[in-house]
């Protein structure tokens, strides 16, 4: 005998895709501490441009909709358009209105990737300049160099435009971008001027500063007010002594 119930056709539904957060890989604490420093200065110098745009650093970026698997995470970027105080789990492109402006690439000890797959992917995504730093570079090599800076030009697209041994680059964000100190001590800096001679202070260094002055300027009123009391004391004793005369 034939069921009279309905029959209901069985629905595949694809599972969501997921964009994890992490590939829980480490980096060295040199690497770190240089993309921390330089993505805090690079913060500050587009604050005070007051310009709208997002400093980050080490955040997947996903870049095709629908495969979790086509992402990078670059050490520093600038996501112009978004604001610093909003804060990304992941970015995807597709949802931002536009590429980042800059990213910073520290090599590690996967040379490869830094030096060829992050620009292809750079170049696939629409970055507009993407700054190489390598602070490993084995003396005199004939293949790394310290920095390599592509930028994306009219009816060239996105090439290298400047390979150099020299300790700073200039960033189309209107900043030279520069290492400074020695060994574990290296750190990059945001710096200004017509030749990136001028560093932009750190926190550390803008308190410092301010303390400094502070403790000058109290130092000063501590002298003004002995002067006051020693200009008081030297008119008493004038007036005593007038007072005497008479």
């Known amino acids: 005998m034939l069921s009279s119930a309905p029959v209901t056709a069985a629905i595949r539904r694809s599972p969501p895709v997921l964009y994890p957060e992490t590939d829980h890989m480490g980096e060295g604490e040199l690497q770190w501490f240089m993309a921390k420093l330089l993505?805090?200065?690079?913060?500050?110098w587009l604050a005070a441009r007051r310009v709208v745009a997002h400093a980050g650093g080490n955040t997947f970026l996903y870049y095709r909709e629908g495969d979790p698997h086509a992402r990078i995470a670059p050490d520093v970027y600038v996501l112009p358009g978004v604001p610093q105080e909003q804060l990304g789990k992941?970015?995807?492109?597709?949802?931002?209105?536009?590429?980042?402006?800059?990213?910073?690439e520290i090599v590690s000890n996967d040379a490869h990737k830094d030096y060829f797959d992050a620009p292809a992917i750079h170049s696939e995504i629409g970055t507009r300049e993407l700054v190489v730093y390598d602070p490993e570079m084995p003396a005199r090599s004939k293949t790394r160099v310290r920095f390599q800076v592509f930028r994306r030009l009219p009816k060239r697209g996105f090439v290298l435009t400047e390979s150099t041994q020299e300790d700073r680059v200039r960033s189309a964000l209107g900043c030279f971008l520069r290492v400074v100190g020695r060994g574990d001590a290296r750190r990059l800096r945001v710096a200004k001027g017509p030749r990136g001679d001028e560093l932009l202070p750190t926190d550390a260094e803008r308190l410092a500063s301010l303390t400094k002055r502070a403790s000058a300027e109290a130092r000063r009123a501590a002298e003004l007010e002995a002067e006051v009391v020693a200009t008081q004391a030297r008119v008493a004793e004038l007036e005593a002594e007038l007072a005497r005369r008479r």
């Open 90 to 104: 992941t970015w995807r492109m597709w949802e931002l209105t536009a590429p980042p402006s800059l990213a910073v």
């Open 39 to 44: 993505q805090e200065q690079l913060a500050a």
